[in-house]
DNA sequence: CTTGGAATGTCAACAAGGCTGACTTAAAAA
DNA sequence: TTTTTAAGTCAGCCTTGTTGACATTCCAAG
């Protein structure tokens, strides 16, 4: 049923108009939006010795537990020093476990301790009200939409990270 | 034809089933295209003296000419302190010009240069590029849905901002 | 006219979280 | 065994956010 994918010019309505001004409102669009996106897990963090950084080197681990420090560097897109200095204070804070690899033995495995898990539920659990009341609001095609021009901006590397973060359904 | 915009309960595809991992999606989703989104006039501004920061200035001072800095305030949603660090340096090397204002001479209104607007375009362009690309290969229904959830997700406030900005189209 | 409040701007100090560069240690390769 | 590579650490810098204190300028109310 040539569902979109690509972007060719099937029944006439491809090749869109697509004005300056439309594409400026999407990007202030994304400018509101992203705000809105980090507000809750921001406030909760505020206050709390943590910050963004903290957030998502939790966020990341918690998907992929057992991720190495180089793999969460890559997922993540900043310096393994950057990185390093949030990951020292969740170990210390005794929120995040590093073993040491057993087949390669310089690899750093990375776990959520229980205290990393709650705060990750909390965290998570208000960010995913936001997402889930925006859903309910826009409807089921909106947020299939909203998905695939997600995926249609991000850089192909990007991508591919992202959707290697499947595994367990779409 | 009751479309989209109340989350009501109509022809039961309503109270839709959000999974926790779908939810979790959608937000790796917003955190990998966000990273998209700014990538190129990132790439544009290191090398120049400048950040992401003038370019939200530039933004929007191109998008309202003649706004004042208490409403760009509002719509960047940063302190004075900060923004003025930022308006300092692109009024000292010409990018921005500040005039007092005639009614009000406490207000300073804020025009681009033809260098602002030059630098402007820049940015935009390469911004604009991938989200005509990103449209283009999502196709119209996705972009509606885009739009929609991308709403649905900012606070009320940052919402009013960002309808405000119309004027021209949508 | 004077005074209070609003809008703007400045200075200083600080924090978060990016970055680069230099280094240690462990593992792998020569 | 020696060299090279990879992972991780430490030190220091930059941007951009924050607060707080304060000066200036102007409008508007008394």
Redesign the pocket.
Known sequence: MEERGHPGLHSGESLLFLTDEQLRKGIEAMFFAYRGFTADPDRILSGM??????H?AIHFINRSPGT???NLLNT?????????????TLIADGLVESRVGE??????HLYLTPEGEALEQRLSDAQRARMRAAYRAAGPEAVAGFRTVLEAMMDPDMRRQYLSLREENT
Chains 1, 2 share one sequence.
């Open positions: 010795e943590y910050g963004r950084a903290h998502r190495t420090v180089n993540l897109g900043v310096t393994k020093q950057s990185l390093n200095r949030v990951l020292r087949k390669d033995k310089r690899e750093r």
